[in-house]
C-alpha cells in the first residue's frame, strides 16, 4: 500500500553525491507508487537556484535532474520560504517551479505523512 | 509523525501510536567513524528484538554503506560496528542491506560485483548483501512498517 513520504533535503549542492543520491531515492520510491513530497529546506535551497555553475568545478549540471522530476512523478516539491528569505533570494531564483511553504505548513505537511526522511 | 525512545527503564515507548503492531525498518545513512549515529542504531536495533518488536531489515545507505567492507580496522579498543552488525544479524536473522549504488560509488562490492567490473577484490563483509533502493522503497509499501532513519 503506497504511503505519502516527505523527503526533506536540507544540505546545499555539491557536497558530494548527497544531492543526487536524495533524489535517487525520490525517485524509486514515486516508480514503487508512494506519493513523494520533496521539500527543500536550510540550505537545501541552495540547490534550486538558477545561477548554479557547476560546470566551473567540474560538476554535471543540477538542472535537468530537476526538470525531469515530473516526468517521474514527483509532482509536489516544496521550498521553505523562511529558509530563501534568510538566504537573500526569492522564487524567480528558482530553476524550477514550486510551492513555497512557511514554517507551519511544513508542519502540517509533516504531520500528514506516512513517513519523514531528513537527508 | 514523531518517533521518540527511551530506554531507562530497558523498554520503548513511542509517541503517540502502540508498536505493539508495528514493524520497523531502519535507515543509516551516516558514516561509520564520523559520527555516532550506527552505535545509536545498534542499540535501538537491539531494544527492539528484547521487546518483541518486528524489525524487517537495516537498510544502508550514503556513507553508511562503508559499514560493510571487510577491511576495516578500528583500533582494538574502539567499537568494532562492522562485526557488531554482523553478530547481531546473524544472531536475530535481520537483513542487513547495502545500496548497490551508493556502495560502487564507494569502492564497495560483493563478488558479484566485482566479476562485472573487473576489479581485483570483493570486500564485502559476509553479513551485508547488495540491494536497490527498490527494496528499501517496496518494504514501505507495508503501511505497519516505520522507517527510522539514524543520521
Known amino acids: 500500500m503506497p504511503q505519502i513520504i516527505n523527503l526533506i533535503i536540507n544540505q546545499s549542492t555539491f557536497a558530494g553525491s548527497h544531492f543526487k543520491e536524495s533524489i535517487d531515492l525520490a525517485l524509486v520510491c514515486a516508480a514503487f507508487d508512494h506519493q513523494v513530497n520533496l521539500i527543500f529546506q536550510h540550505d537545501g535551497v541552495y540547490n534550486l537556484v538558477n545561477s548554479q ?10 538542472v535537468d535532474l530537476l526538470k525531469g522530476l515530473s516526468f517521474y512523478d514527483i509532482e509536489n516539491v516544496y521550498a521553505d520560504i523562511d529558509s530563501m528569505q534568510t538566504r537573500s533570494f526569492g522564487i524567480e531564483s528558482l530553476l524550477i517551479d514550486v510551492k513555497l511553504l512557511n514554517a507551519s505548513e511544513l508542519n502540517r505537511l509533516n504531520q500528514q505523512a506516512d513517513q519523514v526522511v531528513v537527508l | 509523525m514523531l518517533i521518540s525512545f527511551h530506554d531507562n527503564s530497558n523498554s520503548l515507548y513511542c509517541l503517540g501510536y502502540s508498536a ?57 579498543d574502539e567499537p568494532q560496528i562492522t562485526e557488531r552488525w554482523s553478530i547481531f544479524a546473524q544472531k536475530n536473522q535481520i537483513e542487513l542491506q547495502t545500496c548497490v549504488a551508493a ?21 564485502l563483509a559476509p553479513a551485508f548483501s547488495m540491494a536497490g533502493l527498490g527494496q528499501l522503497a517496496a518494504g514501505l509499501n507495508d503501511p505497519s512498517v516505520k522507517l527510522i532513519h539514524f543520521k
Open chain 1, 53 to 62: 555553475q557547476s560546470m566551473i568545478i567540474g560538476e554535471k549540471s543540477q
Open chain 2, 103 to 123: 556502495s560502487l560509488r564507494r569502492g564497495l562490492m560483493g563478488a558479484e560485483e566485482a566479476k562485472e567490473h573487473q576489479i581485483a577484490c570483493a570486500n
Open chain 2, 20 to 76: 505493539l503492531m508495528s514493524s520497523f525498518l531502519i535507515l543509516i545513512t551516516a558514516s561509520p567513524q564520523s559520527t555516532q549515529a550506527h552505535l545509536t542504531a545498534l542499540k535501538f536495533a537491539q531494544q527492539l528484538v528484547t521487546d518483541q518488536i518486528e524489525l524487517k531489515s537495516v537498510f544502508f545507505y550514503q556513507d553508511a554503506v562503508s559499514v560493510a567492507l571487510n577491511s576495516l580496522l578500528p583500533p582494538s
